[in-house]
């Protein structure tokens, strides 16, 4: 049997689930016949050794046929129950990605009522590292130079009225941002202060400041 598709053992259990299985013996040689007519075709002929006198096996061509549509049914079942799993986990992944945006949208609404309060009393900057002042269109060396002092061969800035020094960085004559680091921060740091003395020089380059997760943009 070269074209065989189904095993005789496959269709000797599908013969226990009939429910005719219960009042009717079904025996090897029945399984074997209509496990010719499965795999081979209704109109093909039995081997000898299948045959019986009278020529007429109607009832298993008819078992054939139904075990052919018990097999579609069954892959059919597999087919839709595998969709649905697909469509249960791209679900299930939806409400895992709109469950993790909203838990990082409410952390990020924490984190901003938190810096907001400790703004108040002078503390919002110890939340980061670092604090980064970034000047969009960069900041002239002159006019900063008004407002603050360089020092460490113009590695280090710090604004007038505050003790609090930044890193510089810098494109020619441009200063492009000040950051504060941990390595930089001194314990006695007025926040106030030195708030207000960046305002100043964001005022003078005629620039609007935008304060954002513990940074600075001045453009």
Do not use: C
């Not at 005719?20 to 002929?45: C, F, P, Q, S």
């Not at 970034?134 to 800035?157: I, M, Q």
């Amino acid at each position: 049997m070269k074209n065989q598709k189904y095993t005789l053992k496959q269709i000797r259990e599908w013969f226990r689930q009939l429910e005719e299985n219960r009042y009717r013996k079904r025996y090897m040689v029945d399984a074997k016949r209509v496990h010719h007519y499965v795999n081979l075709g209704e109109d093909t002929d039995l081997p000898a050794s299948l045959q019986r006198k009278n020529g007429a096996y109607t009832r298993e061509k008819a078992l054939a046929k139904q075990f052919k549509k018990f097999v579609r049914e069954q892959a059919r079942l597999a087919k839709e129950e595998k969709a649905k799993k697909v469509r249960n986990e791209g679900i299930i992944s939806s409400i895992r990605k709109i469950v993790k945006e909203h838990i990082s949208e409410s952390n990020r609404s924490k984190i901003m009522n938190l810096r907001e309060q400790l703004k108040r009393i002078g503390g919002a900057k110890h939340l980061t590292e670092s604090t980064a002042v970034n000047f969009t269109s960069g900041a002239n060396l002159n006019v900063l130079k008004k407002f603050g002092t360089f020092d460490k061969g113009g590695k280090l800035y710090t604004l007038n009225g505050t003790n609090q020094p930044m890193l510089v960085s810098k494109k020619g004559s441009n200063i492009e941002s000040l950051t504060i680091t941990s390595g930089l921060r001194v314990s006695k740091f007025d926040d106030r202060a030195w708030e207000k003395q960046l305002y100043k020089l964001a005022k003078s380059l005629g620039k609007s400041v935008d304060d954002e997760y513990g940074d600075y943009e001045i453009g």
